[in-house]
Nanobody, 126 residues
Framework: VQLQASGGGLVQAGGSLRLSCAAS????????KGWFRQAPGKEREFVSG????????YYADSVKGRFIVSRDNARKMVYLQMNSLKPEDTAVYYC????????????????????WGQGTQVTVSS
């Protein structure tokens, strides 16, 4: 499985960005998808995840109500719509895939994910 994340950039506080992650290889419809981020000097943290069917999603408390995760299995894509961005959202964002998750489960630990994209930088200026 290969993942390609895109959509990062520089945005002012209060603005929006939409991250995309394209997957290739494997049976995409059976994969759970997740977004993580890592700010300089900090550990990688869970941002959001979505189940195989897209019926279940989870968000970190820090982004709840501002970010929306979605997926398009036909296009093998997962998206992260980020609204009302704050300077503390500045980080490298990674998409990840868990190839062995049950239908309604959304993994939230990085150790549960098997494949990772290369990351896309998001910078929010104040």
């Amino acid at each position: 499985v290969q993942l390609q994340a895109s959509g990062g950039g520089l945005v002012q506080a209060g603005g929006s960005l939409r991250l995309s992650c394209a997957a290739s290889g494997g049976t995409v419809s059976r994969h759970c998808k997740g977004w993580f981020r890592q700010a300089p000097g900090k550990e990688r943290e869970f941002v959001s995840g979505i189940s195989r069917s897209g019926g279940t999603s989870y968000y970190a408390d820090s982004v709840k109500g501002r970010f929306i995760v979605s997926r398009d299995n036909a296009r093998k894509m997962v998206y992260l719509q980020m609204n009302s961005l704050k300077p503390e959202d500045t980080a490298v964002y990674y998409c990840a895939v868990d190839t062995n998750c049950i239908v309604t489960y959304v993994p939230r630990r990085s150790s549960e994910y098997d494949y990772w994209g290369q990351g896309t930088q998001v910078t929010v200026s104040s």
